[in-house]
């Protein structure tokens, strides 16, 4: 507990600092609910045009859509701030703390995250209920898996970004990487479900760790049933294991090749 | 008129400046003239193009990011297409025409005028000086000084789709290109106002943000799926009709009396944010910073 103290000392001053800037909040919750408003609108018009959805109807589509979005709007900054760390060599200050480098910044990007879920998930919920209602068919013994799955996804999101971020001991410039991936997680379960894609893709996008983001807890309220748990959970604990495993790795290798100049 | 390669300390940014120092005639003598004007913006764009080669590798993998970026988008609308033969009346290709068009216009107004998405921050850094001691207009030159490199993606993606859905047809690329700029002109002088509220309210930097995302976010999807009070939002405030939707109209119906309106409307929204920032430069107070450029 002791060794802990200290991450959770990062992640409470992450929490004040962030809750600090009002202004960013605002602007944060202002876009959550333009993106809201514009798909509850092309979810209806698609509707209304007779489009095939998969069984999912409007009000399953909306409440599947805030889903994946608190779940992806609700993300650190990690990539930026580690770029940030590596290019500018201010991780040169953290080498020699008695802190593991990647923990520090999880811990710090918890803190962000946390204040995220605090306006998104309210909101979220407020504005799927005042267009389209309760969710069809939800049922309350879904909820703990549901809460498990969103934080998987979060922590999964959070592992992969550190991921590509930690590139920059090796790259000039890692951005296009970063929106690859970022836009990878968007057509793999984020703007519509995994259902919507054609055969071959959609089989290749559950193999896929992108998937495991937003599809993952968005599918599990919206569709679930024990066995869809059971073929979600364990995917979703897989692949966060296996990036934040990764993340650490490429750490330790870049923090070898790293070279400060001056103090 | 001499060139000089610089790096911005205070943000890390590289920037390149095309202003010679040798004559420097005071904040107060910015004479309109539209040529002279037209010709720094060649230099602007010549130079801070010529800077970002020297990144080559970066400047490249930044733009081509982007276009792959925006094909991802392409293939969201491509599946939902297979599931529905049209939405609100627009089908895949004319959904294919508004990401041209808004592609296309994006890119030109973030090559052209990089810095204006950073007006707020300038504002209130004092990094107005420095443009305010250079003997052309401050508004274009502060708008110009920067070139985001990402949005080549952006702009040859546009260009891309155009090609694809229209092939090569002479008066149709002509017009896309005439709509590609005065969009980007309207575009840059919305952001631009935004940006300006920084000289009344202190800090617009959350405004400015907003008003890019909304009018980013209403540019992409059809007019049609919206409320008539979110259309008069979009032909108002926020002017994603003029800038995507009233061009893609005429680029498939074209009419003179359209095409007039629209490239008036244009300059009213152009002329009104450059009255607004000279009225709020009259605010400006310098904070006396100190900056090194090198």
Same mark, same amino acid.
């Given at each position: 507990?002791?060794? $802990?103290?200290?991450?959770?000392l990062?992640?409470?001053?992450?929490?004040?600092?962030?809750?600090?800037?009002?202004?960013?909040?605002i602007?944060?919750?202002?876009?959550?609910?333009?993106?809201?408003?514009?798909?509850?609108?092309?979810w209806?018009?698609?509707?209304?045009?007779?489009?095939?959805?998969?069984?999912?109807?409007?009000?399953?589509?909306?409440?599947?859509?805030?889903?994946a979005?608190?779940v992806?709007?609700?993300?650190?900054?990690?990539?930026?701030?580690?770029?940030?760390?590596?290019?500018?060599?201010?991780?040169?200050?953290?080498?020699?703390?008695?802190?593991?480098?990647?923990?520090?910044?999880?811990?710090?990007?918890?803190?962000?995250?946390?204040?995220?879920?605090?306006?998104?998930?309210?909101?979220?919920?407020l504005?799927?209920y005042?267009?389209?209602g309760?969710?069809?068919?939800?049922?309350?013994?879904?909820?703990?898996?549901?809460?498990?799955?969103?934080?998987?996804?979060?922590?999964?999101?959070?592992?992969?970004?550190?991921?590509?971020?930690?590139t920059?001991?090796?790259?000039?410039?890692?951005?296009?990487f970063?929106?690859?991936?970022?836009?990878?997680?968007?057509?793999?379960?984020?703007?519509?479900?995994?259902?919507?894609?054609?055969?071959?893709?959609?089989?290749?996008?559950?193999?896929?760790?992108?998937?495991?983001?937003?599809?993952?807890?968005?599918r599990?309220?919206?569709?679930?049933?024990?066995?869809?748990?059971?073929?979600?959970?364990?995917?979703?604990?897989?692949?966060?294991? $296996?990036?934040?495993?990764?993340?650490?790795? $490429?750490?330790?290798?870049?923090?070898?090749?790293?070279?400060?100049?001056?103090? | 008129?001499?060139?000089?390669?610089?790096?911005?300390?205070?943000?890390?940014?590289?920037?390149?400046?095309?202003?010679? %120092?040798?004559?420097?005639r005071?904040?107060?003598?910015?004479?309109?003239?539209?040529?002279?004007?037209?010709?720094?913006?060649?230099?602007?764009?010549?130079?801070?193009?010529?800077?970002?080669?020297?990144?080559?590798?970066?400047f490249?993998?930044?733009?081509?990011?982007?276009?792959?970026?925006?094909?991802?988008?392409?293939?969201?609308?491509?599946?939902?297409?297979?599931?529905?033969?049209?939405?609100?009346?627009?089908?895949?290709?004319?959904?294919?025409?508004?990401?041209?068009?808004?592609?296309?216009?994006?890119?030109a107004?973030?090559?052209?005028?990089?810095?204006?998405?950073?007006?707020?921050?300038?504002?209130?850094?004092?990094?107005?000086?420095?443009?305010?001691?250079?003997?052309?207009?401050?508004?274009?030159?502060?708008?110009?000084?920067?070139?985001?490199?990402?949005?080549?993606?952006?702009?040859?993606?546009?260009?891309?789709?155009?090609?694809?859905?229209?092939?090569?047809?002479?008066?149709?690329?002509?017009?896309?290109?005439?709509?590609?700029?005065?969009?980007?002109?309207?575009v840059?002088?919305?952001?631009?106002?935004?940006?300006?509220?920084?000289f009344?309210?202190?800090?617009?930097?959350?405004?400015?943000?907003?008003?890019?995302?909304f009018?980013?976010?209403?540019?992409?999807y059809?007019?049609?799926?919206?409320?008539?009070?979110?259309?008069?939002?979009?032909?108002?405030?926020?002017?994603?009709?003029?800038?995507?939707? %009233?061009?893609?109209?005429?680029?498939?119906v074209?009419?003179?009396?359209?095409?007039l309106?629209?490239?008036?409307?244009d300059?009213?929204?152009?002329?009104?944010?450059?009255?607004f920032?000279?009225?709020?430069?009259?605010?400006?107070?310098?904070?006396?910073?100190?900056?090194t450029?090198?």
């Amino acid at each position: 507990m002791k060794g $802990l103290h200290k991450y959770l000392l990062v992640t409470r001053t992450s929490i004040r600092s962030n809750l600090a800037y009002t202004a960013d909040f605002i602007a944060g919750s202002f876009f959550f609910v333009l993106v809201i408003f514009i798909f509850m609108q092309l979810w209806q018009a698609i509707s209304i045009s007779d489009g095939s959805t998969e069984g999912y109807t409007v009000n399953r589509l909306v409440w599947y859509y805030i889903t994946a979005e608190i779940v992806v709007l609700s993300k650190s900054s990690v990539f930026r701030s580690m770029n940030e760390e590596i290019r500018g060599g201010g991780v040169a200050y953290k080498l020699n703390k008695p802190y593991s480098f990647v923990m520090y910044q999880l811990s710090d990007g918890i803190g962000q995250i946390i204040v995220k879920l605090i306006i998104n998930a309210p909101l979220g919920l407020l504005l799927g209920y005042l267009y389209v209602g309760g969710l069809e068919g939800f049922r309350w013994e879904s909820l703990p898996a549901v809460i498990l799955s969103v934080v998987l996804g979060i922590l999964l999101n959070f592992f992969m970004d550190a991921f590509i971020g930690m590139t920059a001991f090796w790259t000039e410039d890692n951005s296009a990487f970063y929106w690859i991936a970022q836009k990878l997680s968007f057509i793999f379960g984020l703007l519509m479900p995994l259902e919507f894609l054609p055969g071959v893709i959609k089989n290749i996008a559950v193999l896929l760790p992108f998937s495991y983001i937003a599809y993952a807890p968005a599918r599990l309220l919206t569709s679930f049933s024990v066995g869809t748990m059971l073929d979600i959970l364990p995917v979703q604990l897989f692949y966060t294991a $296996l990036f934040a495993v990764l993340s650490q790795m $490429l750490y330790l290798s870049g923090a070898k090749k790293l070279n400060i100049n001056g103090g | 008129m001499k060139r000089e390669s610089k790096t911005d300390n205070t943000t890390g940014q590289k920037t390149t400046d095309v202003h010679g %120092m040798d004559g420097v005639r005071g904040a107060s003598d910015h004479s309109v003239s539209v040529p002279k004007h037209l010709k720094l913006l060649g230099l602007y764009i010549k130079y801070n193009l010529q800077s970002a080669m020297e990144y080559r590798a970066s400047f490249i993998s930044q733009a081509l990011g982007m276009f792959l970026n925006n094909t991802f988008f392409i293939f969201f609308w491509w599946v939902i297409f297979q599931k529905v033969s049209s939405i609100g009346g627009y089908g895949f290709r004319e959904v294919m025409l508004i990401w041209a068009m808004a592609a296309a216009t994006f890119g030109a107004v973030h090559i052209v005028f990089g810095n204006v998405s950073r007006l707020p921050e300038v504002i209130m850094n004092g990094g107005l000086d420095t443009f305010l001691l250079q003997p052309k207009d401050v508004y274009m030159s502060v708008q110009c000084s920067t070139m985001n490199l990402s949005a080549w993606g952006d702009l040859v993606f546009g260009f891309v789709l155009f090609f694809a859905i229209f092939g090569l047809d002479p008066v149709k690329l002509l017009l896309f290109i005439l709509f590609t700029c005065a969009g980007g002109l309207l575009v840059g002088a919305v952001l631009a106002a935004a940006g300006t509220l920084t000289f009344f309210i202190g800090n617009s930097s959350t405004i400015a943000r907003m008003v890019m995302e909304f009018l980013l976010n209403f540019s992409l999807y059809p007019d049609s799926i919206y409320a008539k009070e979110i259309k008069l939002v979009m032909y108002t405030l926020l002017p994603a009709g003029f800038m995507v939707f %009233m061009p893609i109209r005429l680029l498939s119906v074209f009419s003179w009396h359209g095409l007039l309106i629209l490239l008036a409307v244009d300059a009213v929204y152009v002329a009104a944010a450059y009255i607004f920032f000279r009225k709020g430069l009259e605010k400006y107070e310098s904070g006396n910073l100190i900056v090194t450029r090198q």
